[in-house]
């Protein structure tokens, strides 16, 4: 019985292997079948599925008489091991060539044919131990690169790594000592496969510098950092990247690296004198740049070696560096100007975070106590994240998860005496939510927005920055506050309503980028998923549906993200019946909505609320005369006064603790200065943003007024505050239409839907023939 293999593409026979009953045929990983023929010839077959190997694999059992189960046909060790006891102990169980020019063929071809048997790997190991064997042939190799003997040099290469595949910690002290390890990195220049070998030592001597930032006195220490880097430059730059059958040749490679690491950080930790030293000048004003930049650079490096550490030293090592004073260091670090300082300050303050957000928390709301609002650790993190000057904004997207890390109520500790929870979120809302949101509310602003807006225009407005960075900006602001209105419930409630900070967010929904619409849009939708009335009513009240169905109709006939996430929130409201939004809707939108006949939806919501006023009348109706006489029914909105008067009182919900309304003396738009300055950075460093998207038309369409007054938000005007929209007549046959004299936000907005979706902005004829076509959806009153 043979094992035949043949090509695929013309059927060609590329292996014939009798199967002989002695033969030790070994299965790994599911899918390799493994074995050797004659002395130096190893061979695998490697099946791309588990069902054709065990296929195999059963075959090959059966003509040697084995059981499938087993992973390897013959016992190997047994014999090898009888083999070891009938030889004299003193004998070496390898007999190693003696090391001379003419032999090193001969050594490699020995080194590399070991490697598939770990019997003969071990043995080999132990007399390359025994006799010193590196040293010899580390010594071989100056003489071949003074004779210039290529050939030489080409199974020097194979031989170190193969001694480096043996994986044996004891041959690893030897090879990476001060003494060897360049010679060891000289042979790993001349790989056979490269014409040119590479200048590996010329780099770790010259190009590679050692930076003591201050200098280390302990030489063991120094050494074991100077051995630590090299043999991680062998490991990640010399070695090629592993085979499947070499895979675990390196782990005791990676061991020892992680325990030389281990090492140093132990060694540093203990060393206080160092560590307060380090701290001194890292915080000393009289520092100069460069030398605050390689400080920051090493706790950089420190604190990502402490990963290597067992829990309870991790513990201990970050203890070390609170007790030292990490935190104030980093503040005061962060708020520098030179952005690799920052940048590595960051990911600094992203491994304490990791480690303890309670241990950040308590620091900063013992620091609010004795300093102002703007130098705060997390307003200074706020306001790197707010002037972050990459377009991308990688930055600020790193800082954003940090502070979603240290306002995620998840991760706070309750404990006996006192509530982490309710502690840090009235001192988040108070100290810190104003200068998270300042963008927000200055982009948003009315007078800002409106200055500038004229009745049906659609040119960009420069005093609202509606470029892709600020918008991006935006979006991470919002996902935050979004997080907040999951999570939060009364601290967030509170904000919203004393800044009227739904109708702000909803300025955004005519912004040029769909995401940004869509991040709006988001914010709505998880205050509605809530289904708390008293958002419900902030939203009636201040008709904040309009500009969500202002959206919706600028959209038109295209089926787009910000199409279907409109039609989702309406959806929503349909499944989950929340009645009074039902009313709202139908009552003032109808009109507009029910030429939508693609989804169901709008229909629905009217159906719904047509049996919520079946069901008000027949109870109406059973009621007892008397009762429905006015002398005894109390006004509707002395009702909802009431409710309101209740609300504005503190109260106490899920736990936390009762926050005051946040200050009003803070002005809306009187944001920080920090975010004037980034203001002013953008303009000089930022070009003009180049995004040609196509603009909205808003020729021949009736929109909605946007209130922006937070009198209607607050249910000023009573019944009085429905939208003009709704009493006027629907489209008409001959298409005429009623001029608009509402103003427009002034952020201009989308036209085009994301990209990867339908409609690309670029596809200018697609764009005008949708511009001089008459709409399929009608517009308001058109």
């Not at 293999?5 to 013309?10: F, Y």
Request: aromatic share 8%.
């Amino acid at each position: 019985m043979s094992l035949l293999v043949r090509a695929e593409s013309d059927g060609s026979l590329l292996l014939e292997s009798k199967i002989n009953p002695n033969t030790a045929y070994q299965k790994q990983q599911d899918t390799l079948i493994v074995w050797s023929e004659a002395e130096n010839y190893d061979l695998a077959l490697s099946f791309q599925e588990k069902a054709g190997c065990d296929e195999i694999w059963e075959k090959i059992c059966q003509v040697q008489g084995k059981d499938p189960s087993v992973e390897v046909t013959q016992d190997l060790i047994e014999s090898e091991e009888e083999h070891i006891e009938e030889m004299p102990e003193t004998s070496p169980l390898i007999d190693l060539p003696t090391c001379e020019l003419n032999k090193l063929e001969e050594i490699a071809d020995l080194v590399t044919s070991v490697l598939s048997s770990p019997i003969r790997r071990e043995k080999l190991a132990l007399a390359l131990e025994n006799e010193g064997y590196i040293k010899k042939l580390l010594q071989l190799f100056q003489v071949c690169e003074n004779l210039e003997n290529t050939e030489g040099l080409h199974h020097l290469y194979e031989i170190i790594r193969g001694i480096l595949f043996l994986n044996k910690a004891t041959l690893f002290e030897v090879m990476f000592s001060d003494e060897c390890i360049m010679d060891v990195v000289g042979c790993l220049e001349y790989d056979p496969s490269l014409a040119q070998p590479k200048r590996h030592r010329e780099f770790l001597t010259k190009t590679a510098k050692f930076k003591e930032v201050i200098p280390i006195t302990d030489s063991e220490l120094r050494q074991k950092i100077h051995q630590t880097y090299r043999v991680q430059y062998i490991q990640d730059i010399i070695l090629p990247t592993p085979s499947v059958f070499e895979e675990n040749f390196l782990s005791t490679l990676t061991s020892f690296i992680f325990f030389n690491k281990v090492e140093i950080v132990s060694m540093l930790q203990e060393d206080e004198k160092f560590l307060s030293e380090v701290f001194a000048q890292l915080t000393d004003e009289a520092t100069d740049d460069d030398k605050r930049c390689e400080l920051v650079n090493f706790f950089k490096e420190f604190c990502a070696f402490s990963q290597t550490l067992q829990p309870q030293n991790r513990d201990a090592f970050f203890k070390t560096l609170a007790k030292l004073g990490i935190l104030p260091a980093l503040e005061i670090v962060m708020g520098m100007d030179d952005l690799q300082v920052r940048s590595a300050a960051t990911d600094i303050f992203s491994y304490l975070v990791e480690f303890s957000p309670s241990m950040v928390r308590e620091f900063v709301m013992q620091e609010a106590q004795q300093s102002d609002d703007d130098i705060l650790l997390i307003n200074v993190v706020i306001e790197q994240m707010i002037c972050d000057t990459d377009p991308e904004l990688g930055g600020a997207v790193q800082l954003m998860g940090l502070l979603r890390t240290l306002i995620d109520p998840e991760n706070m500790l309750a404990t006996a005496n006192k509530t982490e929870k309710s502690e840090f979120l009235n001192f988040f809302y108070n100290h810190c939510m104003h200068v998270l949101t300042a963008p927000l509310l200055a982009n948003t602003s009315e007078d800002k927005c409106e200055k500038d807006a004229v009745v049906g225009s659609t040119k960009s407005n420069t005093i609202c920055p509606d470029n892709y960075q600020t918008a991006q900006l935006l979006a991470l602001i919002l996902e935050l506050l979004t997080f907040c209105v999951e999570h939060h419930t009364y601290h967030i409630k509170n904000y919203i309503m004393n800044k009227d900070l739904l109708r702000r967010v909803l300025v955004l929904m005519n912004s040029k980028h769909t995401f940004l619409a869509l991040c709006a849009l988001r914010f709505m939708r998880r205050i509605i998923g809530l289904k708390d009335e008293f958002y419900n009513r902030y939203i009636t009240k201040g008709n904040l549906f309009e500009p969500v169905i202002n959206a919706l109709l600028d959209n038109g006939t295209r089926y787009n993200l910000l199409n279907s996430a409109v039609i989702e929130l309406f959806e929503f409201i349909r499944v989950e019946d929340i009645k009074s939004l039902i009313a709202h809707i139908v009552e003032n939108f109808y009109n507009a909505l029910e030429s939508i006949e693609y989804v169901q939806t709008f229909k629905g919501l009217k159906t719904k609320y047509e049996q919520e006023k079946d069901r008000q009348s027949q109870k109406l109706n059973s009621v007892p005369s008397i009762l429905r006489s006015n002398r005894f029914r109390r006004d509707a909105r002395a009702l909802e006064e009431d409710e309101e008067m209740w609300f504005n009182e503190d109260e106490e919900e899920e736990g936390e603790a009762v926050v005051p309304p946040v200050e009003k003396s803070k002005q809306e738009d009187d944001f920080p200065d920090s975010y004037e300055k980034f203001m002013e950075t953008k303009k000089a460093k930022e070009s003009e943003d180049k995004e040609n998207l196509p603009k909205r038309t808003t020729a021949g369409g009736f929109k909605f007024t946007f209130s922006h007054s937070a009198s209607a938000a607050n249910g000023a005007n009573g019944a009085n505050s429905k939208s003009v929209a709704a009493q006027t007549s629907p489209a008409s046959s001959n298409g005429s239409s009623s001029k608009s004299t509402a103003l427009s936000p002034a952020l201009p907005a989308p036209k085009g839907s994301l990209v990867g979706l339908v409609d690309y902005p670029d596809d200018e004829d697609d764009d005008e023939e949708e511009e001089t076509s008459p709409r399929k959806r009608p517009r308001l009153g058109s």
